[in-house]
């Protein structure tokens, strides 16, 4: 008997929600839009700084081996276009006015004072152990150290400056180490290529993968998840419109005085939206795995990872659910509870890191997206597909989103309880 009712409840809300054409658009049709718009924005971004450079202007007074070799790092680099028609004073005038982002001068004769500076210690060195008798005084005099100005728009980001001049110092530093190694041969007279085991440490990046399979998030790793966690949580908008029209209606009136129990028919708008949620879900991952690969994007990959998904749409569908059933309990009317709705589900997802990392926030806001169940979701798909993980692995945050099921559930039949008892 408990389940018949359970499925007129179910029938219930299919049907109304085929009367409101409006709210199965915002369903379905708004979060497909969102997931290839916004993924097709993010990858042709990417795409586009990788591919794009930055004109600054290059003024070699140097004209020699150092500045040539600084000059070639810069083009190599594909990053920067090298203006060339420019003197220092013009070049300062374009900078500062905000025409380029920067310049760089090259000074003279910083060739052949680097090549003194560094032959007169190796001398000095060479000579301190015996090696060499009666050195040269003359050759021994240190020259001055030469400048390499660098000039900024006073616009430009202290980041891309600090990347700029760590740039130029690790060309120069390289440039300098070449012809150090190179004074020393000429000076011991050994044809031994010193230069070969400089670099005793190096880096090498370590990422997971399985199976050998490369795990490193791409634009389509992101969004497929994020936007379908924006979608399941957008229904909060047509469950609680629903809400607010039973009782506007009289309909929970009915239901309140009928012999089936009110979590009855809480239930059977959880089953209803649940399968909403993973139509919506499959929706997105279709779209990942089959439409984006024809429009240039990277395909969704998810082998063996399925399963472990779908548990966490469930999940994220049972908290979604519940915030709409509060929300739709409390709103007295539906001017209240659609805007509200709305822009609830749009503060969580912005806080819950769907646009912007959580990395990338304030420590103040990385604390506050702890507590967004968006950002419980998200990490557990991220779990998934970058990390490998499997429903075990997750277990923290199905647990703090199947609680914050619980809580809405739970304050949402007290308040009608108290609003029924009035």
């Keep these: 008997m408990l389940f018949y009712k359970l499925w007129r409840s179910f029938v219930k809300e299919v049907l109304l929600l085929k009367r409101d054409i409006g709210g199965i658009v915002i369903i379905f049709v708004m979060p497909l839009l969102l997931i290839v718009t ?58 500062f006015g905000g025409d380029y982002q920067m310049a760089i001068v090259i000074p003279k004769n910083l060739t052949k004072d680097i090549n ?71 000076q011991l007279g050994t044809t031994e290529n010193l230069e070969e085991n400089k670099n005793l440490i190096s880096f090498k990046e370590i990422t997971p993968k399985k199976e050998g399979m490369d795990v490193m998030p791409n634009s389509v790793q992101h969004n497929v998840p994020a936007w379908a966690l924006f979608a399941i949580f957008f229904i909060v908008v047509p469950l609680s419109i629903n809400l607010v029209k039973e009782k506007s209606q009289g309909t929970s009136v009915r239901v309140r005085v009928g012999p089936t129990p009110y979590y009855v028919h809480i239930l059977g708008k959880t089953f209803t939206y649940l399968i909403i949620c993973v139509i919506q879900f499959l929706l997105m991952v279709a779209v990942g795995v ?10 969704f990959d998810i082998t063996g990872k399925m399963l472990p998904m779908l548990v966490v749409t469930i999940f994220a ?95 949402s039949l007290f308040y009608e309880r108290k609003q029924n008892a009035v």
């Design 317 to 411: 569908g049972l908290a979604a659910i519940g915030f709409g059933v509060l929300l739709g309990t409390m709103a007295k009317t539906q001017e209240q509870s659609a805007p509200f709705g709305a822009t609830s589900v749009v503060v969580l997802a912005a806080v819950g890191g769907i646009w912007v990392p959580v990395f990338l926030m304030p420590e103040f806001m990385q604390n506050i997206a702890k507590f967004s169940p968006m950002n419980w979701g998200l990490n557990a798909y991220y779990d998934i597909i970058l990390r490998n993980s499997g429903i075990g692995s997750i277990a923290k945050e199905l647990i703090f989103l199947f609680l914050f099921y619980i809580a809405m559930i739970v304050i």
């Design 290 to 299: 089959y439409l984006f690969p024809y429009m240039d994007l990277p395909k």
């Design 38 to 95: 916004i993924t097709l924005i993010q990858d042709s971004t990417f795409k586009n700084l990788e591919g794009s450079k930055i004109p600054i202007i290059f003024i070699d007074n140097d004209k020699s081996e150092v500045s040539k070799n600084i000059k070639q790092e810069l083009e190599n680099s594909k990053t920067f276009q090298l203006l060339t028609n420019y003197n220092e004073k013009s070049a300062q005038e374009a900078v």
């Design 116 to 186: 003194s500076n560094i032959d007169s210690k190796v001398q000095t060195i060479v000579s301190s152990f015996g090696l060499e008798e009666n050195p040269d005084k003359t050759q021994l005099k240190a020259i001055k150290a030469k400048d390499i100005h660098l000039y900024f728009d006073p616009a430009t980001n202290i980041g891309f400056k600090n990347n700029v001049m760590n740039a130029v110092n690790k060309m120069v530093f390289e440039i300098e180490n070449k012809k150090i190694y190179k004074a020393f041969q000429d």
